[in-house]
């Protein structure tokens, strides 16, 4: 007996061409890429805990991301050790005013950082050099 057009196996929900389930993975594949990182680093100016989350993103999936993505993993993880580096002397220094200067510093270098490697993420380029303290 065959099944009436609107019956069960032929709901849009169960098609075997169905996108809406891939569409979704490629939504949480993006947000758990490089690119995904450096939008949650470049919130993290104005929420300040998106940074972690990104962190552990990048630590999780640094070993099993392509070799050029590996390179961004790298060059965030770094991005994020530094930059609290530069946040935790310039919010001791701000004592003596220079410190204001220091996170001003901090938060252009970070945004810097952020857009160059998100510019290379976007053409799937790796961090020339991922080590640098600088910006790439």
Sequence with gaps: MANPPDGPNNS?????NNDDSSSSTDIIN?????????I????????????????VIAYVQQQEAPEWEQSH?????RTF??????TVIGSILTVV?????ILLFAAIWMIVRCII??????KQQPVPNPQTWWFS
């Design 12 to 16: 849009p929900n169960n098609s075997p």
């Design 30 to 38: 993006q947000a758990l890429s490089a690119k995904g990182v450096y």
């Design 40 to 55: 949650l680093y470049l919130a993290s100016l104005l929420t300040g805990i998106t940074a972690l989350v990104g962190l």
């Design 73 to 77: 993993y790298q060059f965030l993880i």
């Design 81 to 86: 050790w530094i930059g609290l580096l530069y």
């Design 97 to 101: 005013l220079v410190g204001f200067v």
């Design 117 to 122: 490697g998100l510019q290379l993420a976007l």
